[in-house]
């Protein structure tokens, strides 16, 4: 009866089979084809921002009467001085490119098409002449003739600002940027003090050139320093994690023996004390705040100890499991590289959505501004949602990127794991698990990385509304957002964590995302004190693996840099030198980090279904197995699966059922 009743709420365990690499199905294809769809819909507004004429507006630029320079143009209606010929004229000139509206980031100054940018500095109206007559490129609007640019009345408004500085015109974008800095110290002032003391400034660049071997051969040493670091952790783990352990423990204790003897010493002080009587409340409250902090930290390290104990046998699967992740980095090499390829995918997707973007900026139909009397293109009506449409893509594409890194290394890691005989592992087990993502997979990262997206969507905009009320009296409504985003900020993180062990059930099973969720789920419920302790203790390992790879980067980095006497200002060589090494340690060791997940994934299946005996054979490695048998002559590990079920048998073909 209680058996019934327990199959009755938990159906998928009596029902659920796992099989492991044999057989391979195609996984939620609606989402695939909503995803699919969701894609075409942003390549349509790519296309549409072309076809009306918003790609060629940004990329060969536009005057401020509708007119795309350098070529033939419509009429505008109610724009006089808009439908012109432009093919000879392929630049555009700002009649004032020193007048910038920083809030609506636009220059607010008419802009023509010309056919030369100055080289020179024009002072004089005559100046603007002779260069019309020798360059044929005319610099005041197109109703002034170059012969009456000195006696027309609307010169001063119809004119470029004199003098006009010299410019030159950027290749891609065709527009006249000026050369003279000076020109923008309305905006820029505190820039142009720091660049007008070029001593300063000479002295980095100077120093910068001067040790651009140095730094090239500080990211080497960082990458060097990664690969020792995952070899070390593999092969000396046990060491590491215990001194690491030990050195908590005594920090904690030690902190908190500092606390109270400090609370014991003002204790006495004030006992003692013959000050004035505000002295006295001084020291009376400084007392109080040391025995409230000594308190919490007697708490907290008695806790401290307390779970360390009581995980103090767990924490050897860790171990295991980081000797593990060391021997898949030697049958899988190119797991190394899944970062760099992530990021140049990252990289060229925001590229193109940043390029459309722009576009979107120069789409739309042309409306003519009756108070200053220029074009502008505006997208009116539904057309103008296609930003936010635009803007939801950029968070679910790259979700969706970083979503497949993460199943191309479970499926890779799955393979070796759930393979008895390497020697029988696919020639390119990385590559075989990409083209298997790739093939059955697509519609489960669609629909994982959707559900993140649907959790960072409301953290970005409550996010931005906190910092538009920053100054604001509303303290209340600034706490109450805080606090959402600090929840939707932690929702996040544990979706993405349950995410990572649903794409790993997905490369074992092939089963859709709410399935292997749901199982991914069971197991981790069922193991949860493990989690925890790979979870504190890996995470606590690795990012002090980062902590020490930029600190030797940096440590040799002064010694070397020390050399160079010559050169003061060497801070800037040396920090670009530790946020590559702490980059290069970051795509390493979080490459590490997600090894050790799946491998706990896995471990977790493997144990919960096997015993070892014949016909249950494990799948798991030597030092897994080694911990597991101690596990039972200590009695920390049972036999029956952890819930009180009985484990059911695996087909010798690796079927977990």
């Keep these: 009866m209680v058996k019934r009743s327990r199959l009755l709420f938990m159906p998928w365990q009596s029902k659920r089979e796992w099989k492991p690499l044999e057989q391979h199905s195609c996984t939620d294809i609606p989402w695939l ?28 630029g536009y005057d401020s009467y509708g007119n795309t320079c350098g070529r033939n143009n419509t009429k505008i209606e109610g724009v006089p001085l808009s439908g012109r010929d432009m093919t000879d004229k392929k630049y555009v000139f700002f009649l004032d490119p020193c007048n910038l ?9 008419i802009a023509l098409c010309v ?34 640019y000195s006696s027309h009345r609307e010169r001063s408004t119809k ?14 974008f065709h527009r006249c940027i000026p050369t003279d800095i000076s020109c923008y110290a309305e905006f820029a002032q505190a820039f142009i003090t720091f660049v007008s003391d070029n001593t300063v400034l000479r002295r980095v660049v100077a120093g910068l050139m001067a040790s651009k071997e140095i730094i090239m051969g500080l990211c080497v040493l960082s990458l060097v320093l990664s690969l020792i670091m995952m070899i070390v952790i593999r092969y000396i783990s046990k060491v590491l994690v215990w001194i690491l352990t030990i050195l908590v423990i005594i920090g904690s204790i030690g902190g908190t023996g500092v606390l109270w003897w400090l609370y014991a010493d003002h204790r006495v002080a004030l006992d003692s004390n013959t000050t004035s009587v505000f002295g006295k409340e001084v020291a009376s409250d400084n007392v109080k705040a040391l025995l409230v902090y000594s308190i919490g930290a007697t708490i907290f390290t008695v806790i401290l100890l307390l779970v360390m104990f009581f995980l103090r046998k767990r924490v050897a699967l860790t ?50 501004n009756n108070s200053t009397g220029v074009v502008e293109y505006n997208i009116q009506g539904p057309l103008q949602y296609m930003v936010w449409y635009h803007a939801v893509g950029l968070i679910w594409v790259s979700e969706f990127i970083l979503a497949f890194q993460q199943m191309t290394i479970a499926g890779a890691v799955v393979t070796y794991y759930f393979t008895r005989n390497k020697s029988e592992m696919p020639a390119v087990p990385i590559i075989d698990s990409t ?37 604001k009296e509303n303290a209340c409504a600034r706490c109450m957002l805080k606090t959402c985003v600090c929840c939707l900020w932690c929702l996040e993180k544990c979706l993405k964590y349950l995410n990572q062990n649903a794409y790993t059930a997905t490369a074992i099973n092939s089963t859709n995302f709410c399935t292997s969720a749901r199982d991914a789920f069971v197991i981790l419920v069922e193991n949860a004190l493990r989690v925890a302790t790979i979870n ?71 144990t919960k279904y096997n015993d070892g005996s014949p016909g249950r054979a494990y799948y798991m490695d030597k030092s897994l197995m080694e911990f597991v048998e101690n596990s039972k002559k200590s009695g920390l590990y049972k036999s029956d699966g952890g819930d009180g079920t009985e484990m059911k048998p695996m087909a010798r073909g690796g079927t977990l059922a």
């Excluded at 509206?101 to 100054?109: G, P, Q």
């Excluded at 004199?162 to 891609?172: D, E, G, N, R, Y």
């Excluded at 050399?563 to 290069?584: E, G, H, N, S």
């Design 33 to 60: 084809i909503i995803f699919t769809l969701f894609c075409i819909g942003m390549a349509c507004i790519c296309g549409f921002s072309i076809a009306t004429g918003g790609a060629y507006r940004l990329i060969l």
């Design 101 to 109: 509206d920083l809030i609506n980031r636009k220059i607010k100054s």
């Design 115 to 148: 056919s030369k940018c100055p080289t020179t500095e024009l002072n004089t109206y005559s100046d603007l002449q002779q260069f019309a007559k020798n360059n044929g490129s005319y610099l005041c609007s197109y109703d002034i003739y170059a012969t009456s």
């Design 159 to 172: 004119c470029p600002k004199l003098p006009v500085p010299p410019s030159k015109a950027v290749p891609v």
């Design 319 to 368: 171990i295991s499991l980081f000797h593990v992740a060391g021997k898949v980095f030697i049958h899988l090499p190119l797991l190394a590289l899944q970062p760099f390829w992530t990021f140049l995918c990252l990289m060229l997707f925001w590229v193109y959505w940043i390029a459309v973007l722009l576009f979107l900026g120069t789409t739309g139909t042309a409306v003519k």
């Design 435 to 471: 083209l298997r993502t790739f093939r059955y997979h697509l519609g489960t990262l669609a629909k994982g990385s959707f559900i993140i997206t649907l959790v960072k969507i409301p953290r970005l905009i409550l996010t931005y509304v906190h910092s538009q009320l920053k100054g």
């Design 536 to 606: 504190t203790v890996g995470d606590f390992v690795l990012f002090l693996g980062k902590v020490l790879i930029v600190s030797c980067t940096a440590f040799v980095g002064v010694l070397a840099l020390n050399y160079q006497r010559d050169y003061t200002v060497w801070v800037l060589p040396l920090l670009i030198a530790c946020i590559f090494a702490f980059l290069v340690a970051h795509c390493f060791l979080s490459v590490f980090e997600n090894v050790v997940d799946v491998l706990f994934l896995c471990f977790a299946v493997d």
